[in-house]
């Protein structure tokens, strides 16, 4: 699933008492687009076909602080393990690092179920393999203990998710401004601005509505777009949909990862337990490599 701003909206209009617009054209069919719009509608559906190549494929709490690290390709579609200084999440569930281990056996076992990789098709192409997001302030010595224990259950290829994109953002509008000032809360400030959009061209709804597997945003959202743009003449303001577009399909914050190979064999980065990891990242930059705590 893409970043949470583009399958909440039904979610938001159901809390706030508005009547959802309606998710089809109503009436006489609508008019051909103008050659403008087509035009437009070309620019645009090529720009979701490069969205789709950033798109972020990771979802965290909103305290935590990524390291900085631009320049690197998409994080891949797989379960993701957040670190905080204090406490492990694993899809939003917290546990101490102690309790890790046995988390991570339970992950495997379930990865292991011939269902499973039939019933996932995002995890395809990636068995046994984790996505690390690390705060920050988390101390070389958990992110090590953390590490190992995805070695001993066998998910010794692992990304380390880092704050950065490499496609620049489209030209500044009011949509930045508005996320600006919503630091910390953009997932909703994002919803509510897709809001604006639907209510200016209903049948956009449809293209927000959540779809499964990994193959949604090109099979599904990207044409919807399309579709709802011609229906309405391009009747938006589409500069502002194209940085709408880019925020929250490349995801906030932007991300990017370095893939590593776990293995005693590797490359050993010995470093401080009590080093952060903002500091002790620097020391990693991909191939097999063999963390330890000093």
């Not at 809001?195 to 193959?215: N, S, W």
């Not at 401080?272 to 990693?284: E, G, L, S, T």
Request: charged share 20%; net charge neutral; with cysteine.
């Amino acid at each position: 699933m893409r970043t949470l701003a583009l399958v909440l909206v039904l979610a938001t209009w159901s809390r706030s008492g508005e009547p959802a617009p309606p998710s089809e054209a109503s009436g006489s069919a609508a008019a051909a687009p103008s050659a403008a719009c087509k035009a437009e509608l070309a620019s645009i559906q090529g720009y979701l076909r490069t969205l789709e190549h950033e798109a972020a494929s990771v979802t965290m709490t909103s305290s935590t602080k990524l390291v900085s690290r631009p320049g690197l390709p998409a994080p891949p579609h797989v379960r993701s393990v957040e670190l905080t200084r204090d406490k492990v999440l694993i899809g939003f569930s917290p546990m101490t690092y102690a309790e890790l281990g046995a988390r991570l056996g339970a992950e495997r076992a379930m990865q292991d179920d011939p269902g499973f990789a039939r019933s996932s098709p995002g995890y395809a192409g990636h068995p046994h393999e984790l996505v690390f997001l690390i705060d920050e302030t988390v101390r070389w010595g958990d992110v090590t203990h953390a590490l190992d224990q995805a070695a001993i259950h066998g998910f010794d290829h692992v990304s380390l998710v880092f704050e950065g994109t490499t496609l620049p953002p489209p030209p500044h509008t009011a949509v930045d401004d508005t996320l600006a000032q919503a630091r910390g809360q953009e997932v909703e400030a994002l919803s509510k601005i897709a809001q604006g959009f639907v209510h200016q061209c209903p049948a956009l709804i449809r293209a927000f509505m959540p779809g499964g597997g990994e193959d949604w945003y090109l099979k599904y959202f990207a044409p919807r777009i399309g579709e709802a743009l011609a229906g309405c003449n391009c009747g938006i303001s589409l500069p502002e949909f194209r940085s709408y577009l880019y925020h929250a399909t490349v995801g906030i914050p932007k991300t990017g990862a370095v893939g590593v190979v776990l293995a005693r064999t590797g490359t050993t980065i010995a470093l401080p337990r009590a080093m952060a990891w903002r500091d002790a990242a620097a020391k990693i930059t991909g191939g097999s490599i063999h963390p330890v705590a000093k």
